[in-house]
């Protein structure tokens, strides 16, 4: 579906690196994720209205949650593509991670929430009825959210996108999180062991999870960060290359947006060279570099 509404709408759909691509990704995505996840919410409403299923409730009020979440993309989108201005030289990309941080505390918050609610549940248990149309609800639940899962990992790598990654989390978890709401529907027929609530109580430690681990993502983001590994050897191999070059360290990352990163590091020179020789050699490692990394590169000379 994503595939073919860029094919419509994005000019240079390849091109990812392009801001106005990433925007128009990230908008397709996030808006696609608001229908998606109010079409889930009415669906599992549904099949809790047939059976009386805490766990069919619990997951959709989760699905609600990410519709708000997936609002708050669409908007860190509009708000981040925008340019860089006097008052904000870096631009505003890091509103990305921003909206990412706030879907982690959103889920966070729903997890809490529905595990007090599943606990109530399993002191004070409930019937639930058996309905096959509930259970199919369910499961065509779980395919739509494992189709979103894909969507968002996908584009949120090749866009990279912490908002989108973090979306991706969330709908791989709350697709387990559907099957175990079917499964505690299915199960509630044959046992007379309160399935559903310990069910609900499963789905709501899926989604305090998923929001740790959003929320752990996006805060190393927002506080910074040596870069990682690969990058670092990438970083050496490319550099050394240069026979003037004897070693790089003290590498740090400047992240003020997927489009706006600033990497930094010292480079050691083999021997004594000419200031406009040395500054030379800076300037090809930097250009070389940049196009490697796609970040803005200052190496420090260290004679």
């Not at 860190?76 to 921003?98: A, C, D, M, V, W």
Request: hydrophobic share 45%; with cysteine; charged share 15%.
């Amino acid at each position: 579906m994503i595939e073919i509404i860029s094919k419509i709408f994005i000019n240079d759909r390849k091109n990812y690196n392009s801001p106005p691509v990433r925007k128009s990704y990230g908008i397709i995505c996030a808006a696609c994720g608001i229908a998606l996840n109010l079409l889930m919410f009415i669906l599992k409403l549904i099949a809790s209205a047939f059976t009386g299923s805490v766990a069919a409730a619990v997951d959709a009020v989760h699905n609600l949650t990410d519709s708000a979440s997936s609002a708050v993309t669409l908007l860190s989108f509009l708000l981040s593509g925008q340019k860089k201005t006097k008052n904000f030289p870096f631009g505003k990309g890091r509103i990305e991670y921003i909206a990412g941080f706030l879907i982690a505390i959103v889920l966070i918050t729903a997890g809490f929430k529905l595990a007090k609610e599943s606990i109530i549940k399993i002191i004070s248990p409930e019937p639930v009825t058996f309905s096959v149309l509930s259970v199919i609800l369910l499961l065509i639940s779980v395919l739509t959210k494992f189709y979103m899962a894909h969507f968002n990992s996908k584009y949120g790598n090749l866009i990279s996108s912490a908002a989108l990654k973090a979306s991706a989390t969330d709908c791989l978890c709350d697709s387990i999180a559907t099957l175990i709401a079917a499964f505690a529907i299915i199960s509630a027929n044959f046992t007379s062991f309160n399935t559903d609530a310990w069910g609900g109580l499963a789905v709501s430690l899926f989604i305090l999870f998923a929001g740790c681990k959003s929320a752990k993502d996006t805060i190393k983001m927002l506080l910074g960060s040596t870069p990682d590994k690969e990058m670092i050897e990438k970083i050496r191999c490319t550099a050394e290359q240069f026979p003037e070059i004897n070693s790089v360290d003290s590498f740090i990352l400047h992240d003020y947006g997927p489009e706006n990163r600033l990497l930094c590091f010292n480079t050691y020179l083999n021997g004594d060279f000419p200031f406009h020789k040395a500054v030379s050699i800076k300037n090809q490692a930097e250009t070389e570099l940049k196009n490697i990394t796609g970040c803005e590169i200052q190496i420090n000379l260290c004679l």
